[in-house]
Each structure stands twice: as structure tokens, then as C-alpha cells.
């Protein structure tokens, strides 16, 4: 199989991921922005909260997904190497896979605070910082982990460790 289609075997799978991802991010966010406005009140405060956590959830099982993904041989039967690009992509996943676990776990604890009802209003307005500001770290986190490119059989993030000329040989 050729590097082109190998391209884009990776880029069918992390494409609606990272859109499922993102779509999870951005409605976070647009509640942690509503609350900072002061719109919400009581009622809309708990469905924040309840949409928050469904959201962190459904991340949870996209990252899944994402630990789970791997060259095969039988995709890449034409590649020597593969057993190096899936040890190269586990190394940098896993670190950053943490990361984002553990602002979701933040996230999912906020909300399950507020659900025992153990949050004052004050406590509330701090949860929903924190929620808002894992969410953000989460898209960063994110946007490294699912940039990543195959070139001349060999996997690497289109980051600041891009691969030189002489690295390519």
C-alpha cells in the first residue's frame, strides 16, 4: 500500500473524530461562556451541567477510540517499519492521552459535585472556570494529537518535530 493511501486511511478515521471531538469541546465551552455572562439561571445552570457531563462522557469514548487506532499489517503490508511508527505514535499519544484524561476527569468531578449538590453559587462560578479552562487545554491537547503525517514510511507530528530532510533519509 502506498504512503498516499496510508494518508488517507489515517485521515478517514481521525477526521470524524476530530469533528466529534471538537463538536464536544465547543458545546462546553459555549455553556461555560453562557454562565460567565451571567445568562443562566438555576434551571439552565443544571442543564449546563447535565450537557457538560454527557459531553465529557462521549470525549471519553472518542479518546478510546484514539488509543485504540494503530497501523495493521494488512494495511500496511508494504511498510517495513511498521512496528516503529506504532511505537513512535503510542509514545507521544500516551502523555498527551493523560493529559486529556485528566481534564476530563476534572470535568466529570465538577459535574458530579454540582449533581450531589455540594456546590455553592461562588463554587459553581469556580467550577465552571475550571471546566472552561480543561476544555481549552483539551483543544490544544487535541490539535496534537491528531496532527500527525506519514512521509516516506514514517509517522511523525507536523508540530515542532517535524522531521529534517536528513531525518526523511
Wanted: aromatic fraction near 10%; glycine fraction near 2%; hydrophobic fraction near 40%.
Amino acid at each position: 500500500m502506498q504512503t498516499d493511501s496510508l494518508i488517507q486511511r489515517f485521515n478517514e478515521f481521525k477526521s470524524p473524530l476530530c469533528g466529534e471531538f471538537r463538536f464536544a469541546l465547543n458545546n462546553i465551552l459555549c455553556w461555560t461562556h453562557l454562565l460567565r455572562l451571567g445568562r443562566l439561571d438555576h434551571s439552565t445552570t443544571v442543564q449546563a451541567f447535565e450537557v457538560i457531563e454527557h459531553n465529557a462522557k462521549h470525549q471519553s469514548l472518542l479518546l478510546d477510540k484514539l488509543l485504540d487506532w494503530h497501523l495493521t499489517s494488512e494495511v500496511t503490508s508494504q511498510l517495513p517499519n511498521v512496528a516503529d511508527i506504532n511505537q513512535r505514535f503510542e509514545e507521544f499519544k500516551s502523555p498527551l492521552c493523560v493529559d486529556i484524561r485528566f481534564a476530563l476527569n476534572s470535568i466529570l468531578c465538577w459535574t458530579y459535585l454540582f449533581r450531589l449538590g455540594r456546590l455553592d453559587k461562588s463554587t459553581t462560578l469556580k467550577a465552571f472556570e475550571v471546566i472552561e479552562h480543561n476544555a481549552k487545554h483539551q483543544n490544544q491537547l487535541i490539535d496534537q494529537l491528531l496532527n500527525w503525517r506519514l512521509t516516506q514510511n514514517d509517522l511523525y507530528p507536523t508540530s515542532s518535530n517535524k522531521p529534517s530532510n536528513k531525518d526523511l533519509k
